[in-house]
């Protein structure tokens, strides 16, 4: 395929040192199942005609040919830098938290949030820091999921949390380079990818996409060191809500196709978050047929959920954190673009939202971005007076945020407005005025 490293491995899913690894092993190497079944359909599904007669060309001279030949026939380049676990340009030292405050800030956040957490969990991540330890135990990784299980509970509720991610994720990092038996690092390595996944989050909501990117892919590597199936399938997918969000439905597609490729190893409940992330691809690819259709996969993935026994699903509590709501606000945000620009499938949009209305306050920002959907599709093809209302909600309850995502969102309900029925409807005017006036000082 004559690509780079790097371009390869974002095809695959895979982090850039696996493919360095395998290009200096070659025939040494056996890939594990999973990656195989990636290999084989990114072979058939994502190659050309002449790419797959080179690969065949390849494997009929052998192994020890090819590597004479090409050789021969390189030129001579400088290797391309593999990204370290932990970036310190995309943490500079400037931003860190004070670590001496470090236990105050967690209590703190512990205090306000809206989620309930065991005494184990407060008490492992509150515990005082040592220095790098020269031997890694099962402490140190119930500490680093602990940090994971806080940090997202506390931005999922719109709460400040961006620096002072950064000395826990430095100091997680840091313990993978500690000694530890294998069954540990493993641990270590799933616990810090899925603090990696967080802090991504948190960068992509805020608008850092080029940071987001880098924890994501950070998180990706953890995954596939610890051959983590649920956590590569959760990065995956969030890689793929930040293309959508940018734009790249199609990438976004990719991106899920590699997460649900083992659907064997994945819960119900999992390959239903994986559906309905995909109906927003097709949504905004305007393909209203695999829209549909990925929103009723979706849906009944989650029906049928409801009796499964999954170990994947006591992974960041997604047993009960992906709530009926929280699908039905996915799959609406899949319809939105269909209702919202097209006019089509408007009842089951309002519906799916109105649902997603009723979420908790631990999924705040999740509400608040099902309210300003719907204010927007009630301007434009509904209930203005409703609409207005509910902007008027969004409005209030964005005073203060750092979510992109949420301004965004505002700015959808102000071009909403803009059409000429809405110019006379009570209230159109002021709440465009103070949108605007919102979003220009954010």
């Given at each position: 395929?004559?690509?780079?490293?790097?371009?390869?491995?974002?095809?695959?899913?895979?982090?850039?040192?696996?493919?360095?690894?395998?290009?200096?092993?070659?025939?040494?190497?056996?890939?594990?199942?999973?990656?195989?079944?990636?290999?084989?359909?990114?072979?058939?599904?994502?190659?050309?005609?002449?790419?797959?007669?080179?690969?065949?060309?390849?494997?009929?001279?052998?192994?020890?040919?090819?590597?004479?030949?090409?050789?021969?026939?390189?030129?001579?380049?400088?290797?391309?830098?593999?990204?370290?676990?932990?970036?310190?340009?995309?943490?500079?030292?400037?931003h860190q938290a004070d670590d001496m405050r470090r236990?105050?800030?967690?209590?703190?956040?512990?205090?306000?949030?809206?989620?309930?957490?065991?005494?184990?969990?407060?008490?492992?991540?509150?515990?005082?820091?040592?220095?790098?330890?020269?031997?890694?135990?099962?402490?140190?990784?119930?500490?680093?999921?602990?940090?994971?299980?806080?940090?997202?509970?506390?931005?999922?509720?719109?709460?400040?949390?961006?620096?002072?991610?950064?000395?826990?994720?430095?100091?997680?990092?840091?313990?993978?380079?500690?000694?530890?038996?294998?069954?540990?690092?493993?641990?270590?390595?799933?616990?810090?990818?899925?603090?990696?996944?967080?802090?991504?989050?948190?960068?992509?909501?805020?608008?850092?996409?080029?940071?987001?990117?880098?924890?994501?892919?950070?998180?990706?590597?953890?995954?596939?060191?610890?051959?983590?199936?649920?956590?590569?399938?959760?990065?995956?997918?969030?890689?793929?809500?930040?293309?959508?969000?940018?734009?790249?439905?199609?990438?976004?597609?990719?991106?899920?196709?590699?997460?649900?490729?083992?659907?064997?190893?994945?819960?119900?409940?999992?390959?239903?978050?994986?559906?309905?992330?995909?109906?927003?691809?097709?949504?905004?690819?305007?393909?209203?047929?695999?829209?549909?259709?990925?929103?009723?996969?979706?849906?009944?993935?989650?029906?049928?959920?409801?009796?499964?026994?999954?170990?994947d699903t006591e992974h960041e509590g997604f047993g009960?954190?992906?709530?009926?709501?929280?699908?039905?606000?996915?799959?609406?945000?899949?319809?939105?673009?269909?209702?919202?620009?097209?006019?089509?499938?408007?009842?089951?949009?309002?519906?799916?939202?109105?649902?997603?209305?009723?979420?908790?306050?631990?999924?705040?920002?999740?509400?608040?971005?099902?309210?300003?959907?719907?204010?927007?599709?009630?301007?434009?093809?509904?209930?203005?007076?409703?609409?207005?209302?509910?902007?008027?909600?969004?409005?209030?309850?964005?005073?203060?945020?750092?979510?992109?995502?949420?301004?965004?969102?505002l700015r959808l309900v102000h071009q909403a407005i803009?059409?000429?029925?809405?110019?006379?409807?009570?209230?159109?005017?002021?709440?465009?005025?103070?949108?605007?006036?919102?979003?220009?000082?954010?």
């Amino acid at each position: 395929m004559r690509r780079s490293v790097r371009d390869f491995a974002a095809l695959l899913g895979v982090e850039t040192t696996t493919i360095s690894n395998w290009r200096s092993g070659l025939g040494s190497v056996t890939p594990r199942s999973g990656t195989q079944a990636i290999l084989d359909t990114t072979l058939a599904q994502r190659t050309s005609q002449a790419d797959r007669e080179r690969f065949e060309q390849i494997v009929s001279e052998g192994e020890q040919v090819w590597r004479a030949r090409h050789k021969a026939g390189r030129q001579s380049v400088p290797d391309e830098s593999v990204p370290p676990t932990y970036d310190e340009s995309t943490w500079p030292r400037a931003h860190q938290a004070d670590d001496m405050r470090r236990s105050d800030f967690l209590r703190g956040l512990i205090a306000v949030s809206t989620t309930t957490l065991s005494d184990n969990v407060i008490a492992a991540a509150t515990g005082p820091l040592d220095q790098l330890p020269t031997h890694i135990g099962v402490d140190h990784v119930e500490r680093v999921s602990a940090w994971a299980s806080i940090f997202r509970s506390a931005d999922d509720a719109g709460l400040p949390v961006g620096d002072g991610m950064v000395g826990q994720l430095r100091t997680a990092a840091e313990y993978l380079h500690a000694n530890m038996p294998h069954p540990i690092r493993q641990g270590m390595h799933e616990a810090v990818g899925t603090l990696f996944r967080v802090v991504g989050w948190a960068h992509y909501d805020r608008g850092n996409h080029d940071a987001a990117k880098a924890n994501f892919h950070a998180g990706l590597h953890c995954a596939e060191q610890s051959d983590a199936w649920w956590l590569r399938a959760t990065v995956l997918t969030c890689l793929a809500r930040q293309a959508i969000y940018l734009g790249n439905a199609d990438n976004a597609l990719t991106m899920l196709g590699l997460a649900g490729i083992r659907p064997d190893r994945l819960s119900l409940l999992r390959r239903a978050d994986i559906a309905a992330v995909q109906a927003r691809a097709f949504g905004q690819l305007g393909n209203a047929v695999e829209c549909s259709r990925a929103v009723e996969h979706a849906e009944q993935l989650f029906i049928e959920a409801q009796d499964e026994n999954h170990p994947d699903t006591e992974h960041e509590g997604f047993g009960t954190y992906y709530s009926e709501a929280l699908l039905r606000g996915d799959t609406a945000q899949g319809l939105f673009d269909l209702a919202y620009h097209r006019n089509a499938e408007v009842d089951k949009t309002v519906d799916r939202l109105r649902f997603a209305l009723t979420l908790p306050d631990e999924h705040l920002r999740s509400r608040h971005l099902s309210v300003m959907q719907l204010s927007a599709l009630q301007l434009r093809h509904g209930d203005c007076d409703e609409g207005i209302a509910l902007g008027r909600q969004a409005l209030g309850a964005a005073a203060g945020t750092t979510s992109a995502r949420v301004l965004d969102g505002l700015r959808l309900v102000h071009q909403a407005i803009n059409h000429a029925h809405l110019r006379q409807v009570a209230g159109a005017s002021e709440l465009q005025r103070d949108i605007a006036d919102l979003v220009h000082t954010s």
